[in-house]
């Protein structure tokens, strides 16, 4: 049978930090911990295994799960020397959740478990603190209701109508009604009847007892923490972070230590660094008489860890440091351990009970684009870690926010801020008010941008977060749930702005005198905390020398070749600053799109309405110095780099003239009547335009329009050289299926390239390749390369001809398919290695049994996808390309395939 517990603690530990699929995060780190010899207090991990378990059977624990808990809890007990339920010394536990991969705040956890009748007496005398033991139970009937009695059994009431607000609000009548101000105010006595109040509450609202009895109060609570794995939050975190449902969570039981027990005692989270700069600077916050959650639920302004941790904030509180320098010195001494043990930025959870240190956890922190990328560099420097592991330390992902906009330094100097709050994740946001999570999802799927301001940082808006642009509260602090969950993102967010008043049912919030309501337009600088009315202007995150360094490293540990797919010199020049080592995808019709097209449109229009080769072939001519300018232009602007030019591509009719002023120039030009040019248009007309007469299809009915374009190349090329440059030009015929059509085109490509030679005096070299699109092509695709010297993969329409799914139309059914667990993600926008990737296998190895020397790579959007990069990478092909701002996140990406690679 499997083992489905796992002990830690000083008398012993069975797991350690490389067993997180089973144990978890949580699990595995605090078994490490427990080895490292730092304070843990004891417990044991129930797996991930024993959840999938306790699901396949409906719910149920597993067979044996009962003696090996009990077993587990005896030694627990040993090493504590107290013993869970016993009335003279009794042993309290935690009950906690704990994936394989951190999901902060998203699952459940409840404290102070093993608190009753018969151990209420026991613990007040022996802590000889009455206060302390009504404040761990007022704590536990709330978490127990919330988490065990109510979202466990799957309840789900209306906003603002859960038990734990109700119980809140119980709370908050006793405070007003004595006038207090601080849950640390109420006594021992205010305590005991609050917890009376509570229990009765929860008989009324869920007509159940709460439990009296300890064991049932453990078993409850771990199935409850269990069931989280599939609560609401839970599952829409997953959705997003892309985490598969099966991988279920673990159970950390742990013994409780106290940081209510009064004025020695304490309780706090830390960052081994700054996770929003990445400075090496001990970053935290902590509470006294408090216990953990309270940090992060925003209920009091946390203290800061050390003075380099003050901010506008909490500068007037009293730091850790001066507090108590021997417990500091302690911490310091933890995290310096932990820094290079796990040689990575730690974000660590502890308590001081009565004036002892103890740690409750430690995992990897997450961290911002900029701090990853200024961790990495400086654990680099400091010879905590290689280059290679620098490479893999930052997520491709993260660069788009490194290259995001921030709110222009100049347009800033002459805003007025009208409110401040904590700098919790970095970079600009700018748009309307919302104040729901529901709201911003809204707004988001009608295309506005939304800042999302909130009372306070909960994570039940995860979702709306998602959606936000930026997200403003007027309560929580750095480490608070939301903030991590900003940052992970990294996204722009300010928490604990303090003088925001939010009226929730009125939609408005008033800072001071100014007030404001939803739909108003907002800006936050996330970097600095500071909120603007009205839009300020944004830029491009300025040039960071550090980042050109790391992209260095990246680019040395690199073995796949990086392009861009630009149509224009100026998207050329600027991909080629993001490290573009030549164009993967030059559309030769984007010369007829957009301003400045007006001239060229016209000879093309002229083109496709003429009636006859004479006419057609004139009017070839007429397109020609355009079609080459453009080459030139962006050969010029790729010196020395490949680019490959595609072959008129898109059927003809997308160009026809349809405005009545369009249709009457074309008339006068060609010299017939509007009804003529109208006949023309319409004889045009395809049912299935996409499979239609468009690509080399067009290129061989029109052959003297196949001439033309690579006469153009071949033109443009040889004057560049002339000139002293060094043009790397390669045409790619598009949307073929068979090598007939490759064949067909390679003897105009052979005489063009010697009349031009012959005529220019310069030899100009030139591939001759051939997008693989269609099924048919990736099949036949050994026959394709014995004419073909280059393959780029087409995956939009290889994706779209591969599945059936039209591109154009799949936003109809694609949230359904999503929603569904049918397809697990879009594969428009990231590679169907199972399906579409086999086309690509196979092509990659039937084209390189015919032609060694194949070149090979992709052109479609998932190629600036770090997972079909990645995908690419294995595959064998030379380079991927992708729209210019993209080209860091391929390199990084490409990298990081490398390194994987050589572990
Ligand atoms: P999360 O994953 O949401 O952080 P945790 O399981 O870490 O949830 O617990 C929530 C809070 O309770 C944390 O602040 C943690 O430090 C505290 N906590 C958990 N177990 C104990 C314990 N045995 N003794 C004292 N505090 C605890
Ligand atoms: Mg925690
Ligand atoms: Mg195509």
């Known amino acids: 049978m499997a083992k489905y517990v796992y002990g830690f603690g000083p008398t012993g530990t069975d797991g350690d930090a490389s067993m997180k699929n089973l144990l978890g995060g949580k699990g595995a780190n605090l078994a490490e911990m427990a080895r490292l010899g730092l304070p843990v207090p004891a417990g044991f991990t129930i797996t991930t295994d024993c959840c999938t378990a306790y699901f396949d059977e409906g719910g149920n624990f597993p067979k044996g799960l009962q003696a090996e808990v009990e077993a587990a809890l005896k030694q627990t007990e040993e090493a504590m020397q107290m013993k869970y339920g016993d009335p003279e010394n009794p042993l309290l536990i935690s009950s906690r959740s704990g994936a394989r991969q951190s999901m902060p705040g998203m699952m459940e956890t409840v404290l102070n478990v093993g608190l009753c009748s018969a151990t209420i007496p026991g613990l007040v005398k022996k802590s000889g603190n009455e206060r302390f033991v009504y404040d761990a139970y007022r704590?536990?009937?709330?978490?127990?209701?919330?988490?065990?009695?109510?979202?466990?059994?799957?309840?789900?009431?209306?906003?603002?109508?859960?038990?734990?607000?109700?119980l809140e609000k119980l709370m908050d009548a006793l405070k007003q009604q004595k006038g207090y101000r601080s849950d640390t105010d109420l006594t021992a006595d205010d305590l005991k009847q609050l917890c009376e109040a509570y229990k009765a509450k929860i008989k009324e609202v869920l007509g159940r007892e709460f439990p009296d009895d300890a064991k049932q109060q453990l078993w409850g609570a771990v199935g409850a923490v269990f069931k989280s794995w599939n609560g609401k939050r839970a599952v829409?975190?997953?959705?997003?972070?892309?985490?598969?449902?099966?991988?279920?969570?673990?159970?950390?039981?742990?013994?409780?230590?106290?940081?209510?027990?009064?004025?020695?005692?304490?309780?706090?989270?830390?960052?081994?660094?700054?996770?929003?700069?990445?400075?090496?600077?001990?970053?935290?916050?902590?509470?006294?008489?408090?216990?953990?959650?309270?940090?992060?639920?925003?209920?009091?302004?946390?203290?800061?860890l050390n003075e380099e941790t003050k901010n506008e904030q909490n500068q007037h509180l009293s730091s850790l440091e001066k507090e108590w320098p021997p417990l500091y010195q302690e911490l310091v001494d933890i995290r310096d351990n932990l820094e290079k043990h796990y040689t990575d930025m730690q974000d660590i959870e502890f308590t001081i009970q009565e004036g002892r240190l103890y740690m409750l956890q430690c995992r990897s922190g997450k961290r911002t684009g900029t701090a990853a990328l200024n961790m990495a560099m400086e654990m680099l420097d400091e010879g905590l870690i290689d280059e290679r592991t620098a490479v893999m330390r930052v997520a491709p992902t993260q660069l788009d926010e490194l290259l995001h906009p921030i709110v222009d330094p100049e347009a800033e100097k002459s805003a007025q801020s009208f409110v401040s709050g904590l700098p919790a994740g970095p970079g600009g946001a700018c748009g309307q008010i919302v104040f729901t999570s529901n709201d911003a999802v809204k707004a988001a799927k009608e295309g506005k941008t939304c800042v999302l301001v909130r009372e306070e940082t909960n994570p039940e808006d995860v979702e709306g977060m998602r959606a936000a642009e930026g997200i403003l509260t007027a309560r929580g602090g750095m480490t608070s749930h939301a903030a991590l969950v900003a940052r992970g993102w990294g996204k722009c967010c300010i928490v604990g702005a303090g003088e925001l008043k939010i009226d929730l049912d009125a939609r408005t919030m008033t800072v001071g005198g100014k007030s404001f309501k939803e739909g108003d337009v907002i800006t936050l600088n996330g970097t600095k905390g500071l909120a603007y009315a009205g839009a300020v202007k944004m830029m491009d995150a300025t040039e960071n020398p550090r980042f050109q360094e790391f992209m260095k490293i990246v680019d040395k540990h690199r073995t796949m070749g990086v392009r861009t797919n630009a149509d224009t010199p100026e998207d050329a020049k600027l991909a080629r600053d993001f490290g573009a080592e030549g164009i993967g995808l030059f559309r030769t019709e984007h010369m007829f799109y957009g301003a400045g097209a007006d001239e060229a449109l016209f000879q093309l229009r002229k083109m496709i309405l003429s009636g006859n080769d004479e006419e057609r072939n004139a009017a070839i001519d007429g397109l020609a110095p355009f079609v080459k300018k453009d080459i030139k232009d962006t050969l010029e602007a790729m010196d020395t780099l490949p680019v490959t030019v595609r072959l008129l591509d898109p059927p003809l009719h997308e160009f026809a003239p349809t405005s009545e002023g369009a249709q009457a120039a074309m008339a006068e030009a060609l010299g017939i009547t509007v009804d003529e040019v109208q006949d023309r248009v319409d004889s045009l007309h395809e049912v299935n335009p996409m499979m239609g007469h468009r690509g080399v299809r067009l290129g061989i009915t029109y052959t003297t329009l196949t001439e033309?374009?690579?006469?153009?190349?071949?033109?443009?090329?040889?004057?560049?050289?002339?000139?002293?440059?060094?043009?790397?030009?390669?045409?790619?015929?598009?949307?073929?299926?068979?090598?007939?059509?490759?064949?067909?085109?390679?003897?105009?490509?052979?005489?063009?390239?010697?009349?031009?030679?012959?005529?220019?005096?310069?030899?100009?070299?030139?591939?001759?390749?051939?997008?693989?699109?269609?099924?048919?092509?990736?099949?036949?695709?050994?026959?394709?390369?014995?004419?073909?010297?280059?393959?780029?993969?087409?995956?939009?329409?290889?994706?779209?001809?591969?599945?059936?799914?039209?591109?154009?139309?799949?936003?109809?059914?694609?949230?359904?398919?999503?929603?569904?667990?049918?397809?697990?993600?879009?594969?428009?926008?990231?590679?169907?290695?199972?399906?579409?990737?086999?086309?690509?296998?196979?092509?990659?190895?039937?084209?390189?049994?015919?032609?060694?020397?194949?070149?090979?790579g992709i052109c479609g959007e998932q190629g600036g996808d770090p997972a079909s990069v990645d995908f690419c990478f294995k595959t064998g092909l030379n380079y991927v390309s992708c729209s210019p701002y993209r080209v860091p996140i391929a390199r990084l990406a490409a990298a990081q395939a490398s390194v994987k690679a050589q572990k």
């Open 236 to 304: 829409s975190y997953r959705r997003i972070e892309g985490i598969p449902d099966d991988w279920g969570t673990a159970v950390n039981v742990q013994s409780m230590v106290f940081g209510n027990m009064g004025d020695t005692s304490a309780t706090g989270v830390a960052f081994t660094r700054n996770p929003a700069t990445g400075e090496n600077k001990f970053y935290g916050e902590w509470l006294i008489n408090a216990q953990g959650e309270d940090v992060v639920a925003g209920i009091r302004t946390p203290s800061p």
């Open 708 to 856: 033309m374009q690579i006469r153009a190349i071949f033109e443009a090329a040889a004057e560049l050289q002339k000139a002293g440059k060094n043009p790397k030009p390669e045409i790619m015929v598009p949307v073929t299926c068979t090598v007939k059509e490759l064949d067909f085109v390679k003897p105009i490509f052979d005489r063009v390239k010697q009349e031009v030679e012959q005529q220019s005096g310069v030899e100009v070299d030139c591939l001759y390749g051939t997008m693989i699109e269609i099924p048919r092509a990736a099949l036949c695709a050994d026959k394709m390369a014995q004419t073909a010297q280059f393959f780029s993969f087409g995956t939009n329409d290889l994706t779209q001809m591969g599945f059936g799914f039209s591109r154009d139309d799949i936003g109809g059914f694609l949230h359904d398919y999503l929603d569904e667990g049918i397809l697990d993600a879009d594969p428009f926008q990231t590679i169907d290695q199972e399906g579409v990737g086999q086309l690509i296998q196979m092509s990659v190895e039937k084209g390189r049994a015919t032609r060694s020397d194949l070149k090979i």
């Open 139 to 166: 704590r536990l009937i709330t978490m127990y209701s919330d988490v065990v009695m109510e979202k466990a059994e799957g309840l789900e009431p209306e906003e603002g109508k859960g038990i734990r607000v109700q």
